[in-house]
Nanobody
Framework: VQLQASGGGLVQAGGSLRLACAAS????????FSWYRQAPGKQREWVTS???????SYAASVRGRFTISRDNAENTVYLQMNSLKPEDTAVYYC?????????????WGQGTQVTVSS
């Protein structure tokens, strides 16, 4: 699976952005999409996941402000980010867990920069 992320940019605190991550390639089933982020000088951290047949889950730092959704027809996952804060500034990466004939695999997108100014 190849993942192509888009939608990052510069926004003022309190603003909104919507990220998208489109999946392509050969696979049997995408079991889960996730978003991670990595701020300068920090480790990559999990933000949110959406798994087939389950409710989305969120990190405490974004719960109530971010919403993950999935368009199965388009094999795309979205991250709606509202009430953005300067501490949300990071490179955002999408991740997928998918199945193939030989088992489960994971794939990462290239990352998209989100910058929130105060």
């Amino acid at each position: 699976v190849q993942l192509q992320a888009s939608g990052g940019g510069l926004v003022q605190a309190g603003g909104s952005l919507r990220l998208a991550c489109a999946a392509s390639g050969s696979y049997d089933n995408i079991k889960a999409f996730s978003w991670y982020r990595q701020a300068p000088g920090k480790q990559r951290e999990w933000v949110t996941s959406i798994k087939s047949g389950e409710s989305p889950s969120y990190a405490a730092s974004v719960r109530g402000r971010f919403t993950i959704s999935r368009d199965n027809a388009e094999n795309t996952v979205y991250l709606q980010m509202n009430s953005l804060k300067p501490e949300d500034t990071a490179v955002y990466y999408c991740n997928s867990r998918y199945s193939m004939y030989d088992g489960d695999h994971t794939s990462w997108g290239q990352g998209t920069q989100v910058t929130v100014s105060s």
